[in-house]
Structures are given as C-alpha cells and as structure tokens.
C-alpha cells in the first residue's frame, strides 16, 4: 500500500511540475507551446539555464538529490513573491554578516559569537562537538551551561582527514587557560567519532584538565526489546546506582 501511494504521490509531483512549467510557457509565448510542454518528460530539459542552474544549486544541499532540488525550486519559483525573494535577501544578508567565530569554530554575526561572549555561561566547561549542528542540537535542548568547540569533523585517515584537519590545537590552547576545568567530548558514538575522543582525550592529557564524555546506553523513552546489541552492552557497562 505505502508503496502504491509513493508512487501515485511521485506520478502526482510530476504532473504537477509538468503543468506548472506548461503554464510558465504560456504565459511567455501565448501559443500553442502550452500543449506541447505538457508532454516533455521530466528526465529532460524544462526550463531554462538560470532556472536549471538554482536546480542543480539546491542539488548541492545535504540531503537534497536531483528530484528533491527540482522540487523545491518548483516551489521557490511558484512563490517568488512570498518565498523566493525573502530567501534570496536573507541568503544575502548571511553572506555579508555572518562570520565564524574564531574562538569555537561557531557561526554568527558577532566575533566572537554570542556564545562566548555570554557571561553568564560557565567558563570552566568546553563542550567538544564535531560540526555546528550538533552545537545547535545541544542549544535547543538547553542543556549545555558552558562554552563550545567545533573541530569541524572527525578523523578519518581513509578520507585523508588527520589531526591537522581539525582544530584540535585551538582546543588545546583553550584547555591550557588556566581557567577551563573540564572538556566535554561530546562526539556521535561512531567508530571516527570514538576514535577521535580518544586522540582528543591523548592531546589534553598535559593540560590537567578533567575530560569527560557522553554516556552511552539506554535512550529516553527507548525499549530494551528494539535496541541493538552494541547500545545495550553500553548501557549495561555504563549502569549506575539509583
Ligand atoms: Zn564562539
């Protein structure tokens, strides 16, 4: 059944766009191009470059392929007025304020970010993340008191990304203050990102500083019964008394 309706969903997406672009063309030659666009396949060419080049920009997007780009330019450009502009002057505005903050490897308008400009924050507490999202992750879940730092990704010496790929030294530097207490590796329990704790943990071994991470284990609301093998031998590991 869920397979009937994708498929009846995507035929749908494609006659939509199909019309759509049969309507654009109406309105630009007033003739009988109208009837003819209605049977161009969506595998070839529909629009013209500068709507094919936003396609293949958006196809650039983390979890956007080529159908998915096509799709949302589809809808930017059906909504000019009300999505296209406001984006296209928002995307502007990113592009000339918006800085990474040279501290934590954030991104915002100030420098240093407002993150560590906020006084209120624990200062003795770094909180380690691999990328910006999982900052932004732990902000919205308003659990983080202290300061972050992005190294902005893991090892990975098949990918040919080493320690001089990250910023691990700016870490460091950080951590020899005098004022930090404890670093938070805060890394995704991936094999790149454990083994990344580790070399992380090695390198702020001089330093003195407490290095801590997360716990694995058991997630809120999570039933024994679906978990794998490897969390639950984490959790089992990881107990503690209640
Ligand atoms: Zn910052």
Known sequence: MAGGFAQYLSLAVCQVAAYTVA???????????????????????????????????????????PRSARKAALALLKKRNELLLPLSQALATAVEKIVDCPVCGNLDTLSPCSLCQDPRRDQSLIVVVEEIGDLWALERASVIKGLYHVLGGHLSPLDGIGPDKLNIAGLIERAGSGEVKEVLLALNATVEGQSTAHYVTEQLEPTGVVVSR?????PVGGELDYLDEGTLAAAIKSRRRV
């Open 23 to 65: 309507r654009m063309a109406v309105c630009s030659r007033h003739g009988l191009s109208a009837v003819k666009n209605l049977s161009i396949s969506m595998s070839r060419k529909v629009s013209g470059p500068e709507i094919e080049h936003v396609v293949k920009l958006l196809a650039r997007l983390p979890g956007l392929g």
């Open 214 to 218: 997360l716990a694995q284990g058991v």
